[in-house]
Every structure is written in C-alpha cells, then in structure tokens.
C-alpha cells in the first residue's frame, strides 16, 4: 500500500450507496471517481472524443491514461488500457498503469550519474537502481490538467530542482491528442534552467484481446529494430548493442508474443520474458513503424511511431495476478505488454549511447503516436 504523508483524499460521490444518476464515460467511469485532493492538488478525470467515437480517459493523477475505447473488426468500443476505476484504487497501488514516466523513464545502473563533473545519487527503488524516477516519480505527480478542445489534453508540471536529487528545475509540457484517425499522439516537451537528463515515456498497458482478464501471449508482436541492449541478471544493459538475428529477440516479422518467450535463452531468463529496449531502424523517423500487434480474436491492430531511437518491450512478466482494476477485473500474469518509446535504459552511464543531457537553452522534445485500427 502506498503512502502518501499529506495525502488529504476527498472523493466526492452523489450518493453515499446505490447507483450514481451521473452518466458514465463510454468505458464506463465516473468522473466523480477521479475527483480528489491529492498533496492539496485537484484530480479529475478528462474525457477525450474523436470524429468516430474513440474515447479516452485520463487523469491528471500521473498523467495516466485510464481507459481508451476503440473498434473492433465488428465496430464494437473495446477498452484496449489496462487501469483502475478510481484516484483511491491509483493511490492504493504502487503500479504505474498508464502514467506518464520520468523524470528518466527506465532504470540507471546503482542510482548514480555524473554530470559536468557533479555525481548525483537518486532514489534507488529496484534491485539497488533507480527506475522511474524512483518510488515518487511523475507517475505520482498531480498534473495541471487543461483540456484544449475535445481531443487535445494538456498536461504540465514543474518538477523542481533537487527533486528525487536530479538537478535543475524541469518545465514539462505534455499534450494528449486523440487524433480523427483513431491514434492518441502524446508530445513531450520540456525546458531546464540547469545541466540534466531528461527521458520522458508513457508506461500504457495494452491488451487489445477485448477481454482485460486474458494473457496476452496470443496477440502478434513485431517490432523494426536490428538490433536491442542486452542486460545483466538486474536488467542493466550491459553496453553492447546485440543483432537480433537467429535469437528470440528476433521480432522483425510479426510473431505471437508466447512463442519464444519462455526460451531458455539467457536474455528471456534475465527478463523473465520479454523486458529490452530495441534499438530502432525507424531512426527518429516519426512517419516510419517502429513496432505493431495485433489481436487475431478482435483484429484490432495497434501501430507505434515515435521520433526516439529505442522501444522497451515489456510483456507484463512481474504482474502478480492479483491485481483488480476497472469494473472489478482482475489483471492475470502477462496479461499486458508495454511499448515504452525512449532513449536507452542507463544512458548517463554509457557513453556509446545517444545522450539524455539536456542543457539551458536547449528544449527537450518527444513524441510518440499510439494508431489503432483493424485487420
């Protein structure tokens, strides 16, 4: 259970028991639900809709995208987001289902970092790293919420200097865009008045089986990388950059996430399944794929585009199973994926690696396009 040391929790509901009389979101939420106090900030929940009756809710909780309602080859709404179903069952989990990640998403080798000289020591919350952003990264943070028009979101927040010891004071733009060719487009920008290193990702757990209580070892993965960033045995890559060729990693042409995944191969044990970064062909190009699945059961399909050069692949291989979300579900073992587009996992600490560093005068930008559709 998380704590929260000046959490004041006020959800407001219309009737203390019975059903509510407010109408509910396509995917069946409250926006009462999502109304709270959280560290003397407001939560609410934002609902976005497209010119074809895609929804998808966020709230400013961490950023998080809640639910995201798009057809099926039959046209029917299908929630494709792992979520909960209200800000008290967010709190209540140290999960990060759907959140926005930083303020370097993925993990950095014992927590440290030299920068101009400076070491810097941050929280050290897995396996002796620091992933995340540690245990109170953004996922935890109250956003200031500004809906643009029905399909845009706006999300910023201020992340001061020293916080979780990562150095200068980080202005952080988000923006949320359900587009009208059924993709949410999430932009990352953000400005620094110190030397820092920035590596902002959306943690989104997918299943696009129609039914969020199922594995997902049956939805077809591919992603467009050569090559990926091996790990040692605490998930720290190791520096190399490893062909993909004649391995399991091999996801080049689409594949069922369960084929392989239980290999004994030394990368899938580490992992316990999939858990890499790719190393992208796409080459920043935002117009180029950079990974797509498919649920053969629903045909949705679900492409990435991203200008970042790496993808994490995380097929849900420390869910528990004993996880219950949105309208009293519970989450089984590998029963999503994440496509977290991003710079390498350890950057700072590898010098072979594209670089995080972003400096005053400099704006950090990323994006990355999540495109649904059917086959």
Known sequence: MKKHGLLVLAICTLFACGEKKEEATLSG????????????????????????????????????????????????PTDVVLGYGSIADYLASDGNFGALIGRYGNRINNGFFTL??????????????????????????????????????????????????????????VTYKLTNDNAIDISYEA??????????????????????????LREVVMINADRYTPVDETLIPTGELAPVENTPMDLRQPIAIG???????????????????????????????????????????????????????????FMTGNDTGKHGITYPFRGAYCLETQHYPDSPNQSDFPSTVLRPGEKYFSRCIYKFGVE
């Open 29 to 76: 939420l409250y926006p009462t639900d999502f109304e709270a106090s959280v560290d003397g900030k407001k939560t609410a929940l934002y609902t976005l809709t497209n010119d074809n009756g895609v929804e998808a809710c966020i709230t400013n909780y961490g950023g998080r995208l809640v639910s995201l309602m798009v057809p099926d080859k039959n046209g029917t």
């Open 116 to 173: 101009d000289d400076v070491t810097y020591e941050l929280p050290h919350n897995n396996n002796g790293h620091c992933l995340h952003g540690g245990e109170k990264g953004y996922h935890t943070k109250i956003w200031d919420g500004k809906q643009i028009d029905n399909q845009t979101l706006e999300l910023r927040y201020l992340s001061p200097d020293g916080e979780a010891n990562f150095p200068g004071n980080l202005d952080i733009k």
């Open 191 to 216: 400005t620094t008045d110190k030397a820092t290193i920035v590596n902002l990702t959306n943690h989104s757990y997918f299943n696009l089986s129609g039914k969020l209580d199922a594995p997902i």
């Open 259 to 317: 084929v392989h995944i239980d290999d004994e191969f030394d990368q899938l044990v580490k992992g316990r399944g999939y858990d890499h970064n790719w190393v992208l062909n796409s080459n920043g190009d935002i117009n180029v794929v950079a990974a797509k699945t498919k649920n053969l059961g629903t045909g949705i399909t679900m492409e990435v585009y991203t200008n970042e050069p790496g993808v994490q692949f995380y097929t849900g291989n």
